[in-house]
């Protein structure tokens, strides 16, 4: 164990977090990279991490950071996210004392504060083992190609209810799809490095005139492309147009999940302070925690792979 490392399974100290996470907004200006930001593929590595939870099991959840291996991180699902890996890599060789697993989910809730989103609570301990036998089986993280049934199936399985999936779906308001990853293609939209509720607005706005397109690969998902983007706000470059997937347009069918879009699209603070209780809910899935808040495995090991 590294020296003044934590015991396996204790949160790093608030001195020992700090340079971490300001380590974290160093590396999420990337000029090279997508839009300019590795901050919305790092939120997509904690949501991938955490969503793999089966409250019936008890199997799956950040903890052990499974995605470092094959058997998770080769799921197609996951495909892209060893770019988020690769961009922590280097502060995990400064900071060999935080958990991979710690080290995913804070590196997400910095992103999203950076990027100008809500400061989301997060408690520290995650190990990096992992057993073989609870390593969740592929297929169980959400498929965009779906419908509203396919949302609850996936969420309620991971213990959140309607309100919850659709302020965790307003993580869509970052990043982009790439052909090369989900087949999808585009981002949601205009200013996807910045955290807002435009993603509920324009679900609303464009309704009856989002298109569905079928792409090379066959895949379909929604565009709506105009000459003047009236999606863009004042100040915002127009450019390439926006899209949504058939999971984020059944937010706008389904009576229910459209309740929560409509308030989340006219409130913002709302959306945030949802946000954040649910994302980091997110991050807490399958954690199991003593009195003093350590995190308790099977085993009490810091480290590891046992097959
Ligand atoms: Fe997502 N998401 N997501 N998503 N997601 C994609 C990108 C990003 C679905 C499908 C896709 C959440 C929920 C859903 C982010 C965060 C979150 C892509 C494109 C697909 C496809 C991947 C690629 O090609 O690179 C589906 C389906 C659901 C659902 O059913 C609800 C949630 C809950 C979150 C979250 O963080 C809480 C982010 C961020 C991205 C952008 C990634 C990037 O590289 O940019």
Known sequence: MPQNAPAPGVAPTAEQLEPVKAAVRALLHQPEYDDGSAGPVLVRLAWHSAGTYCKETNTGGSNGAGMRYEKEGGDPANAGLQHARAFLEPIKSQFPFISYADLWTVAATVAVAEMGGPSVPWQGGRTDYVDDAKVPPRGRLPDGAQGADHLRFIFYRMGFNDQEIVALSGAHNLGRCHGDRSGFEGKWVNNPTRFS???????????????????????????????????????????????????????????????????????????????????????????????????????????????
Do not use: C, H
């Open 197 to 307: 509720n435009q993603y509920f607005k324009l679900l609303l706005k464009f309704e009856g005139e989002w298109k569905k397109t079928t792409l090379a690969n066959g895949l379909q998902q929604f565009v709506y492309v105009d000459e003047d983007l009236a999606g863009a706000e004042e100040g915002e470059e127009k450019e390439e147009g926006l899209m949504m997937l058939p999971t984020d347009m059944s937010l706008i069918s389904d009576p229910k999940f459209r309740a929560w879009v409509e308030k989340y699209a006219a409130d913002q603070d709302l959306f945030f302070r949802d946000f954040a209780a649910v994302f980091a809910k997110l991050l807490e899935l399958g954690i199991r925690r003593d009195a003093e808040g350590r995190v308790v495995n099977d085993d009490n090991v810091e480290d590891g792979y046992r097959s």
